[in-house]
């Protein structure tokens, strides 16, 4: 399916390039907004497209044209910022709304709270598309004016609360350009939104801006897929395997058979073999998975059906099986999804194969290539096409440039290795120095080409342990490694929003996993001597610098730029294009050699890199296979340690310049400590004069830099900055330099250096990236326990980057927290839940009542204190800096004059001072850490407030419960259950409601989990198997603690029987949830009740009926319901009636999709349309109160009808008023 969105702002103008369009892409449906030309000319423009149908409104300014041949658009819905309509293509059937939003936040405001409340009615799939007239990101905003915050902030917020995905897409970075007062303004004012159905129904969806002429909108083209094929998939291994038991014996039979070969070659041949045999092995004892489930489904309903009809002991014990074995498939399932998702965070909590498998989505659907760009510009959108430029682009990335040797830059390298230095280096590996490098490679990286990862070779260690060792042990041999181990896949990153060449991906090699474990032990070997050969100014990589240390020093160059000095300073910003990937190999030897390594170290990387060969994955395909000439492998462990050894050229060199006075230094003053550049990895900042014969001469440098090394600066990207008194120089540096003079704040290293304090504006990329990790498919598919996993290890760790050199603004903070609150506590079909505990009770650790989350502002106390003991205690290079310039003795009053680092220091020094002690020695200590030793969790837990810690918080916490019941008991135990008595606390109008289990007392929390005399029953049972005294009066709170008091926690019987109460607990809600909102059969009599609640626009009722039916099944019934209550309201006069149904079987009829023998019905669909009825479906949850309705046991063909909500039932007034409050369901 292929659709075309475009403010065309003239059907007239656009007409041309419309016609062009729509067959070159054969369009099936176009949206066209602001058409310009009167209504009576929309069968002209039909006609002119070739489109057989066309909806228009002039007052809307939205014409929808379609080809019914290859698409149905039914229920066309008009609104003045919006159109909805039905669609049906092939098998896909749901809704597309067209956006024409308001210019005025204010005015969107209505649109947004549209959507949202649509959203809550739907389930099919949804795309929203248009032109939405406000951003969602700052990124997408280019121009001198200032996006209005508050407006994308209200859009973000819709987005999120309909669930909708703003999927990755490629062409125009901008969808509209116009001028302003202020000069030109480039802005995505046009996007398309798909909800997570959608994206379900199509193999592969993608967008594309395209160029906007004429109009100053672009079109945006979508393109929906099924049955796309990517290409052969290359083998993997899967996790899953090692599950089964006849797994290690099918690699033991393989490993052993046949071939006796050793070294890398043997291996590699081993290792082929294995593959056909698992990939063997795989079909005859997994096969299809998916299918498996399917047909374990069945099994299990047939076996559940033949026990009901005859309830033997024999037919149990079959359902039982069967049960067991689809629960083992489930896992199977489970770990696939999870090994594809490879989400590192989710160690607990959910283990979701739901959330998996849309992660993977996600996942790939970011990583598509549907459209790039070659070489010659020109636009590719098939995958041959694309592989063909992918191979193209990078062969020749990686091809050899004639260089010069420049011994006047390689002349700074100093001899520093001796002999025993390179023993070492080169020595021959242990059987456990090999197996520690495998354990230490991360075991669940993606594979490189053979498929084999870090689980196999560690679960199978003693199959092929011995024939890995022998392979290794020959590389260090000197021998070069055959072309199957050594191979590679490149995968491409994104490093643009829309990527629209390959020059905008980043190349991350995967290989494989057999060569990883060579580079692994010598990359182990030379981490140890990398301190004394790289220079101070460069962070990255080297044991015992810090990242950190670059972005304060650099904070305070920022600081001192406007000092005043003759040719005032400067500070620029380096920006290396593919830094990693041009390096030249003959200079990296050069540079080896100089700094004294051996020639068999040297031969040892000669023979990884030159053995290599890549293939380029695009969608999931491998392409092409090509050796590369230069460049260091982007993922292999030992490629960041060349990458910085080679990059000595460049510092030592810089340095040296600066030392013969040929480039003028950065001027900071009478104090501090001299600093030439930051670096790290190909991360450069330069601090220098802006004196014209050190600029000239700091390029003299760069080109023999480039020359020598094969790398090249990217001017258009590289920028600069100088300081207020001296930007008349920013001319005379761009003449001389080539780049663009830039302002601050200035990001390095995702920091942002800033003069003054941290400013809201300047924190917008926290904010972003904080929203990136709230997707709204990541809500919908985490239970609350996953969610608070994800906020614990993902959401709370996210603003301690900027925390530990810079403190973030009092708002960010609160935004953030706010974020967290809400993304916790969730929402239902695009409503917020209400928050039961706030944000202070929430940050206590659990033992104290809380979750365990840490509130933000006392994390950034933790960090200003590691802060100031690293200054206190340190010597690291900004210690050095900044004692060198602010040594005052005992002084610590800030200054005005002094930088905000230095006045945080200042600020946390009284409250530091107190925490420390001197020992014997006379040094410093920490008093509240073990040993006198700093660490960061000692200092949150000594600046927090604290709590005492309770019996009952430490036992819900305990390590071997589920996460979900764990946040279950937490929110039991603090009348957090949204049970009546506890949803008094929101001022609901709320009558007491009968306990559905015993219906004999209303409901409460203590008498639903203890006091029911049914829920007493379950605990006596368990009770008596335990031997544990049941109390006669008592609480569900007493009870557990009896319980916990009763358990041991040194067997597995403690556990169980610790364990054991609260999933009793657990069980109880959701039976009392299944009971409230669950499916219930028709009894064996036929007679049922259906129930039907009439409600203005604003929610308000106008009558509530229920009615006793005759059905055979409960489809018969649910149609037979909601074809009375509509009858009943055609009947009093009633027209445009919006029809709600959780009954997805009777929508299916009553469109079309379900024949069934009810055909009685057809005219009273037919003359409900006629009233211009529309049936639309809805969610249990948000039809509660007919569905309470349908509860009540009323005589016989007796109608009762309810005027008044004081009328309605308890059950039914409650739901009601909840639905009227916007409170959610009761589902947990």
Not at 196 to 201: A, M, T
Not at 884 to 908: E, F, H, N
């Amino acid at each position: 399916m292929n659709g075309l969105i475009w403010n065309v702002r003239g059907l007239a103008a656009s007409g041309p390039r419309l016609s062009h369009l729509i067959n070159k892409w054969r369009i099936h449906f176009f949206v066209a907004i602001e058409p310009l030309v009167d209504i009576d000319k929309a069968d002209h423009y039909k006609m002119e497209f070739g489109f057989s149908n066309v909806v228009a409104n002039n007052r809307t300014k939205v014409w929808i044209f379609w080809d019914s041949s290859s698409i149905t658009i039914s229920d066309v819905n008009w609104n003045s910022q919006f159109v909805h309509f039905k669609y049906s293509w092939c098998s896909s059937n749901g809704w597309i709304t067209a956006i024409y939003a308001k210019h005025t936040h204010a005015e969107r405001r209505e649109l947004w709270a549209h959507l949202t409340q649509f959203a809550s009615t739907i389930q099919t799939p949804w795309l929203v598309g248009g032109d939405f007239n406000t951003i969602m990101y700052n990124a997408e905003h280019k121009g001198d004016s200032i996006p209005n915050l508050t407006s994308m902030l209200e859009f973000k917020e819709c987005v999120s609360q309909c669930n909708l995905i703003d999927i990755p897409y490629s062409g125009c970075q901008y969808t509209w350009t116009g001028v302003r007062s202020r000069g030109r303004l480039w802005r995505r004012l046009d996007r398309c939104l798909f909800n997570e159905s959608f994206l379900d129904s199509f193999d592969q969806i993608s967008v594309t801006n395209l160029n906007q002429a004429p109009s100053d909108h672009s079109p945006m083209l979508i393109q929906c897929l099924n049955n796309y094929h990517s290409g052969p998939k290359p083998f993997r291994f899967l996790n899953m395997w090692l599950t089964h038991n006849t797994f290690l014996n099918t690699v033991s039979q393989s490993w052993n058979d046949g071939f006796t070969g050793g070294g890398m070659q043997g291996l590699v041949i081993k290792l082929q073999k294995l593959k056909k045999d698992l990939k063997r092995w795989n079909k005859e004892t997994f096969g299809n998975i998916f299918d498996d489930i399917k047909f374990s489904e069945q099994e299990v309903e047939k076996a559940e059906m033949d026990y009901l009809n005859s309830p033997s002991e024999e037919n149990r014990e079959v359902w039982q099986l069967k049960k067991a074995l689809l629960l083992r498939k489930y896992k199977i399932e489970r770990k696939y999804w999870k090994q594809k998702a490879n989400v590192r965070w989710l160690k607990e909590g959910d283990s979701n194969t739901h959330y998996f498998h849309s992660y993977v989505k996600v996942r790939r659907r970011k990583q598509m290539i549907s459209i790039i760009k070659d070489s010659e510009g020109r636009e590719l959108s098939t995958l041959p096409d694309i592989g063909v430029a992918a191979v193209d682009f990078y062969s020749n990335l990686y091809a050899v440039d004639p260089l010069n040797t420049n011994n006047e830059i390689l002349g700074n390298i100093p001899g520093i290795l001796d002999q025993e230095d390179n023993n070492y280096l080169t020595g021959m590996p242990t059987e456990e120095e090999v197996k520690g490098a495998i354990w230490d490679l991360n075991q669940n990286g993606a594979p490189g080409p053979d498929g084999f990862n870090g689980k196999f070779f560690k679960k199978c260690w003693h199959i092929v342990g011995p024939d890995v060792v022998k392979a290794v042990q020959e590389f260090f041999i000197g021998i070069p490694p055959p072309r199957g181990f050594s191979s590679s896949l490149i995968v491409l990153i994104p490093k643009t929003e829309v990527p629209s060449t390959f020059s905008e991906f980043r190349p991350i090699c995967l290989s494989n996993f057999n060569n990883k474990i060579c580079t692994k032990v010598l990359a182990s070997r030379l981490v140890k001597v990398l301190p004394k050969l790289i220079s101070e100014e460069q962070a990255g990589f080297v044991k015992g610098r810090d990242i950190s240390d670059q972005i304060l020093i650099a904070q305070e160059m920022v600081h001192a730029i406007d000092k005043k000095v003759r040719g005032s300073n400067v500070i620029i910003k380096l920006d290396m294009a593919k830094a990693f990937d041009q390096l030249s190999w003959s200079y990296l030897f050069e540079v080896l050699d100089r700094f004294g390594f051996s020639d068999k170290f040297i031969s040892l990387i000669r023979n990884n890199l030159q053995s290599t060969y890549l293939s380029i994955m695009i969608n999931g395909s491998p392409q092409g296979f090509f050796q590369p000439k230069r460049g260091v492998k982007q993922g292999d462990p030992i490629s960041p340690f060349l990458f910085i050894l080679a990059s000595e050229g460049f510092s030592r060199g810089i340095k040296a310049r600066m030392e013969k006075g040929l480039i003028k230094p950065f001027w900071m003053g009478n104090k501090g400590y001299p600093i030439s550049h930051l670096g790290f990895a190909d991360d450069l900042l330069i601090f220098i004069n802006g004196d014209a014969r050190s600029l000239v001469n700091f390029k003299k440098f760069l080109e023999d830099y480039q020359s020598a090394s094969g790398q090249t600066v990217n001017l258009e990207k590289s920028n600069f900055i100088t300081g207020k008194q001296a930007t008349y120089r920013s001319s005379t540096i761009h003449r001389i330099m080539g780049m663009r003079v830039s302002s601050l704040p200035m990001k390095y290293l995702g920091a942002n250096l800033h003069k003054g304090m941290n400013k809201f504006q300047y924190c917008s990329n926290i904010i972003n990236h904080f929203d990136s990790k709230l997707s709204p498919w990541q809500q919908k598919n985490l239970s609350q326990g996953g969610r608070l996993v994800l906020i614990k290890y993902v959401l709370n760790t996210i603003p301690n980057y900027v925390l530990a050199t810079d403190k973030l603004p009092k708002r960010v903070i609160s935004a953030l927290e706010k974020k967290m609150a809400s993304f916790l506590w969730g929402s239902t079909e695009g409503r917020r839940k209400f928050h039961w505990a706030n944000w202070i009770k929430i940050c206590f650790p659990t033992e104290e009542g809380g979750l365990g989350v840490r509130a933000l502002s006392d994390v950034e106390k933790a960090f200003s204190l590691k802060l100031w003991w690293k200054w206190r205690t340190q010597d690291s290079p900004w210690c050095k800096f900044i004692k060198a310039k602010y040594s005052r003795g005992v002084d610590m009053q800030p200054r005005v004059t002094d930088s905000s680092v230095w006045r945080r220091l200042c600020g946390i020094h009284d409250i530091a001072t107190n925490m420390c002690s001197v020992n014997d020695t006379g040094a410093i200590q920490w008093d509240p850490g073990i040993n006198g030793c700093f660490s960061l969790s000692s200092a949150y837990h000594e600046i927090r407030e604290q709590r005492s810690i309770t019996f009952t918080d430490k036992h819900i916490w305990n390590t071997h419960q589920q996460m979900q019941i764990k946040v279950f008991l937490w929110k039991l135990l603090n009348s957090y259950l949204p049970t009546p008595d506890n949803l008094q606390r929101f001022h609901l109008n709320l009558q007491p409601s009968m306990c559905p289990f015993c219906r004999r007392s209303c409901v409460t929390t203590n008498h639903l989990f203890f006091d029911c005399s049914y829920t007493k029953r379950i605990w006596q049972h368990f009770m008596d198997i335990f031997g544990i005294n049941m109390p006669s009066r008592s609480s569900v709170r007493q009870v557990l603690v009896l319980w916990w008091l009763e358990a041991g926690s040194k067997t597995m019987a403690d556990i169980f029987k610790h364990n054991l109460p609260g999933i009793v607990c657990w069980h109880i809600w959701k039976a009392y949830t299944a009971y409230t909102w669950g499916d219930r059969a028709i009894p064996d009599s036929g007679m049922t009740t259906g129930g039907a609640i009439l409600r203005n626009r604003t929610g308000e009722l106008v009558w509530a009926v229920c009615f006793r039916i005759q059905a055979l099944s409960s489809e018969e019934a649910e149609l037979k319901a909601l074809m009375t209550a509509t009858e009943l309201a055609i009947e009093e006069g009633f027209v445009g009636v919006q029809v709600e149904t959780d009954a997805t079987r009777s929508l299916d009829f009553i469109s079309g999709g379900e024949s069934g023998n009810l055909a009685g019905f057809r005219n009273l669909i037919r003359k409900a349309r006629e009233k211009d009825c529309s049936f639309d479906h809805v969610f249990r949850q948000g039809n509660g109160p007919a569905h309470y309705l349908a509860c009540q046991n009323y005589p016989a063909a007796q109608v009762v009808r309810f005027d008044r909500v004081s009328h309605l039932p308890a059950e039914v007034k409650n739901s009601y008023y909840a639905d009227l409050f916007g409170f959610p369901s009761l589902r947990l």
